[in-house]
């Protein structure tokens, strides 16, 4: 009797394997609308500062992460409308976690980006390290810092 029924849970599991192994890897999917899609290609291939894309920079980042042995979570491509009354402007990021010390070091990756007007704008402080440094915006004189 207990044969069969052995048999009838590994069959169950190997089913269960197939189901899960069929299924989309987890994440956010990139939205189904070709203005998008156009704002994430154009930051992939923009230039940067130390290589020829910002794709190639991001992996570069990731390569050297994982050289160091340290754990590392890299997520997905996302893209975003940034608002209601802005219909071609577009905020593209990429999430990078790394395992420090005592937690989890995040790099956010992101850029705004405006297919109208054909230009490409640093969002967080992670993203102006890969950027050309002629792209960046100056930096405010000391009466304007708080």
């Known amino acids: ?17 197939w189901v899960y192994s069929t299924q989309p890897p987890p994440g956010t999917p990139l939205p189904d609308d070709p203005k998008a899609l156009e704002a994430l290609e154009r930051v992939k291939t923009h230039g940067s500062r130390d290589s020829t894309t910002i794709e190639q920079a ?16 890299v997520g997905e491509w996302r893209v975003a ?11 593209v990021s990429r999430l990078i976690r790394e395992k420090g010390e005592t937690g989890w070091i995040e790099r956010d990756f992101a850029w705004r980006v405006n297919l109208k007007e054909k230009w490409i704008k640093v969002v967080t402080l992670a993203a102006s390290s ?7 915006a100056p930096l405010p004189h000391s009466d304007e810092i708080s």
Do not use: Q
Not at 7 to 17: H, R
Not at 81 to 91: D, L
Not at 130 to 136: G, Q, R, T
């Open 58 to 73: 991001l992996d570069t980042v990731i390569e050297d992460i994982e050289s160091l042995g340290h754990p590392i979570r």
């Open 81 to 91: 409308m940034a608002g209601e009354k802005e219909k071609e402007t577009y905020v």
């Open 130 to 136: 890969i950027m050309p440094i002629h792209e960046l």
């Open 1 to 17: 009797m207990s044969k069969p029924l052995l048999f009838f849970l590994a069959f169950i599991a190997m089913g269960a394997l």
